[in-house]
C-alpha cells in the first residue's frame, strides 16, 4: 500500500525552529518528486514546498523562502522540511504529497497521495 | 502568478442532486488542472487529474470538464459520502474551495 506517514509537529515559540518528517512506503521513493502543503486552522491549502526525486533541486513558496529547507534522504525512503524563525502565521497543519506523474523534477499536475497530516503550532 | 477562484463557496444540495463546481484561473492554463476533496479531519484526496481524467479508484459520478480559464467539476447523482469541501490546483496555486453541504 501507498501510505506517507508525517511526524515532528508540535508547540513552539515565535522565532523557533521544527523539523518535519515524512516516511514513504509502498512505492520507488527516488523516482517522484514531492511536495509539502499546508492548510492553516479553517483555511484552503497552501503549497509550500517541493524537491526533486533526486533531492538536488528544491523550490519554495515566497512565504516562507529563506526560513524553511526541504531535504529528502532516498536511502530512508523520508522527506524533511527543516523550519526556522517560525511565525504565527506558520500555524498550520502540514501535509506531504507525492506526486501522480513520475519524473525527476516537480510538474505539480496532480498529487495523489497525501499524509494525514502534523499540526505544527506557532504560539507563546 | 496564477491565482484560482472557486464558485460558488456553498453548495446545498440533497443526495441525489447533481453539483456543478467552478474554478476560474486568472490567466489561460494548460490542461492541467486536479480537483480534489477534502472531508473533516482527513487529507486531500486526487479526484481529477489533467482537467477530466479521474484518479484511481474514484467513481463515475464524478467528472471534469474545462479549458482557457473555466474549469469545472460535476458529482452527479450526490452521495452522503460526497458532502465535502473541493480545491482546484495548477502548478502550486490552490483555489480558495467550495463547500458541498447537505441541504
Known amino acids: 500500500e501507498v501510505q506517507l506517514l508525517e511526524s515532528g509537529g508540535n508547540l513552539v515559540q515565535p522565532g523557533g525552529s521544527l523539523r518535519l518528517s515524512c516516511a514513504a512506503s509502498?512505492?520507488?521513493?527516488?523516482?517522484?518528486?514531492m511536495s509539502w502543503v499546508r492548510q492553516a486552522p479553517g483555511k484552503g491549502l497552501e503549497w509550500v514546498s517541493a524537491?526533486?526525486?533526486?533531492?538536488?533541486?528544491?523550490y519554495y513558496a515566497d512565504s516562507v523562502k529563506g526560513r524553511f529547507t526541504i531535504s529528502r534522504d532516498n536511502s530512508k525512503n523520508t522527506l524533511y522540511l527543516q523550519m526556522h524563525s517560525l511565525r504565527a502565521e506558520d500555524t498550520a497543519v502540514y501535509y506531504c504529497?507525492?506526486?501522480?506523474?513520475?519524473?525527476?523534477?516537480?510538474?505539480?499536475?496532480?498529487?495523489?497521495?497525501w499524509g494525514q497530516g502534523t499540526t505544527v503550532t506557532v504560539s507563546s | 502568478e496564477i491565482v484560482l477562484t472557486q464558485s460558488p463557496a456553498t453548495l446545498s444540495l440533497s443526495p441525489g442532486e447533481r453539483a456543478t463546481l467552478s474554478c476560474r484561473a486568472s490567466q489561460t492554463i494548460a490542461s492541467y488542472l486536479a480537483w480534489y476533496q477534502q472531508r473533516p479531519g482527513q487529507g486531500p484526496r486526487l479526484l481529477i487529474h489533467?482537467?477530466?481524467i479521474r484518479a484511481p479508484g474514484i467513481p463515475g459520478r464524478f467528472s471534469g470538464s474545462g479549458s482557457g480559464t473555466d474549469f469545472t467539476l460535476t458529482i452527479s447523482n450526490l452521495e452522503p459520502e460526497d458532502f465535502a469541501i473541493y480545491y482546484c490546483?495548477?502548478?502550486?496555486?490552490f483555489g480558495p474551495g467550495s463547500k458541498v453541504e447537505i441541504k
Open positions: 524537491i526533486s526525486g533526486g533531492g538536488s533541486t528544491t
Open positions: 504529497a507525492k506526486e501522480y506523474y513520475g519524473g525527476l523534477e516537480p510538474n505539480y499536475y496532480g498529487f495523489d497521495v
Open positions: 489533467d482537467t477530466s
Open positions: 509502498g512505492f520507488t521513493f527516488s523516482s517522484y518528486a
Open positions: 490546483q495548477q502548478e502550486k496555486a
